[in-house]
């Protein structure tokens, strides 16, 4: 897939080759005439109103060809391209209300060519990504329909059918599923259901009420696709499921904004943009936190862990609000890694972590003088050596249990995050024990895996812990010395995402 998106630049719009090669300054920089904008329709949307950065953010996605969004943690950037995707929307309604060119389907038989549906396509690296844009698109049901759509591997694991290769799809997926509360919005439940006029052939199907024929079973679910392609204004995907060849001949996607496009290695967010002939692209993500997983150290030093949204930054606009953290917990990261310009908002509630003299404190940290083991865990990538900190997670526990039981936190408020998958498994193996049942449901994950969430309460677990006699002088740390001792804490993008999950209270240890 990423090979056949670099291959087909040449093959691209001009907008998607001028992005390719650097020219998209030269080669833009007339501003358009000022598209329509629907500010007295915004009462009508069921969102947080806009402040002065993300006004701007949206002013500019509607007005150029190539816009890049900064968003900060707390910064409100979903609820940003949300707002974007809606404006798109009003604006092709409003250009094709001259020209009913475009007709809703009314043929269903299997051989019946219809007129392209226009449409937007709102990207994501991962399903967490995509899925997190399809919740607050919800909010929109009744002026937009979203319609989300997941990767074939996943379809196939709901819905098995002959011949289908499902251990290929359990080994490949691992735990990711399709989210429940997106059933409803979801093609591979919309193309079952009584309102689709393929849904009965299918359950026969599926059912073995009719001999089963797989080529024809592929037909009739890709008609019925069709069918509900051409009755949604917004599709979601991750950047790879973009590539569809039902996409490529059932819709016109003006429009394409891929979230979280920091995340994403150049080529993979190339396959939205070559896959289609968007005439407006907008890049949301933040450069600061999780960057492109690269392995590989000769490809790490062609550049390919330099997303497509890093190598714009320079023509980024940064929202510069955020309303997550405590003020205190947002200090820090505003400095280290926004140069100073990531303010607060709204003041938050008090927290009730307390430091040594019983006060209230946004920041806690926690020495802790644990034994690092070295543990095999199984992960989507297959085993793999880990780390943990038997001392550190039996603390990252008990604060979590302080939390609960003395100052009445609901466990789904706190999280406990680590760099390490070998730590993650020993708290959760911890939690799972009758004596802390009160903290069962406290949520534990990596930091790869937290970003785009929050909670109330953040414990992190940084796990590395080297005896005195280990440490070196100042003078004489190395890089290779602290990658070795410290690991994945060296790395600021993972502290920054690490840091800045919390709303009112951080507990380091």
């Known amino acids: 897939q990423y090979e056949h998106a670099i291959k087909n630049i040449k093959k691209a719009n001009n907008l998607v080759k001028d992005i390719a090669i650097g020219t998209v300054f030269s080669a833009y920089n007339t501003p358009k005439e ?80 219809i007129p392209k549906k226009c449409g937007i396509l709102y990207c994501g690296p991962s399903n967490k990504s995509v899925d997190i844009v399809a919740e607050q698109l919800l909010k929109l049901k009744g002026i937009l329909k979203p319609l989300r759509i997941y990767c074939d591997q996943m379809e196939m694991r709901e819905y098995p059918y002959p011949g289908s290769d499902l251990k290929l799809c359990l080994r490949s997926l691992r735990d990711e599923k399709p989210k429940e509360a997106l059933r409803h919005i979801s093609l591979m439940h919309l193309v079952r259901q009584p309102d689709n006029p393929h849904s009965a052939e299918i359950s026969h199907l599926e059912n073995g009420m009719q001999e089963f024929n797989t080529e ?13 392609l051409q009755k949604h204004d917004v599709i979601l995907c991750t950047c790879s499921t973009a590539l569809k060849p039902i996409l490529m001949e059932t819709m016109d996607f003006r429009q394409i904004l891929i979230d979280e496009c920091a995340m994403a290695t150049e080529p993979e967010a190339f396959i939205p943009l070559v896959s289609h002939k968007p005439e407006q692209i907008v890049l949301l993500g933040d450069h600061k936190q999780i960057r492109p997983i690269v392995t590989c150290a000769r490809v790490k030093e062609l550049g390919m862990d330099q997303s497509l949204f890093e190598r714009y930054m320079d023509r980024a606009l940064m929202l510069d609000t955020q309303y997550r953290m405590h003020e205190h917990i947002c200090e820090f990261p505003s400095e280290e890694f926004y140069g100073g310009k990531l303010r607060t908002g709204p003041k938050r509630r008090t927290c009730l972590l307390l430091d040594r003299n019983d006060a209230p404190t946004a920041i806690l940290f926690g020495h802790v003088e644990g034994e690092e083991i070295s543990l095999v865990v199984s992960t989507a990538a297959g085993n793999e050596r880990s780390a943990a900190n038997e001392q550190e997670a039996e603390q990252a526990v008990r604060v979590a249990n302080l939390l609960v039981r003395q100052s009445r936190v609901k466990p789904e408020d706190i999280a406990i995050l680590t760099p390490y998958n070998a730590q993650m498994c020993k708290i959760k193996e911890m939690l799972g024990q009758k004596k802390n049942q009160a903290v069962q449901d406290v949520s534990v994950c990596t930091i790869m895996k937290s970003q785009g969430s929050e909670w109330r309460y953040v414990i992190l677990s940084t ?25 994945f804490i060296t790395d600021p993008n993972q502290v920054n995402v690490a840091i800045t999950r919390a709303q009112d209270g951080l507990c380091i240890l």
């Open 34 to 113: 000022p598209e329509p904008v629907y500010a007295n329709m915004d009462h009508k949307l069921d969102l947080p109103p806009l402040n002065r950065s993300q006004k701007r953010a949206v002013e500019k996605a509607l007005k150029n060809p190539f816009t890049v969004i900064q968003g900060p943690p707390g910064t409100g950037k979903t609820v940003v391209g949300v707002h974007i995707t809606y404006r798109f929307y009003k604006k092709n309604k409003h250009y094709e209300a001259p020209n009913k060119s475009t007709k809703p389907r009314q043929d269903a038989s299997l051989d019946k060519k």
């Open 463 to 487: 796990v590395r812990s080297c005896p005195f006699s280990e440490i070196e002088k100042e003078s004489y740390i190395s890089k290779g010395w602290l990658g070795k001792k410290l690991g």
């Open 216 to 228: 024809r079973y592929k037909a009739v679910l890709k008609e019925a696709r069709k069918h509900e």
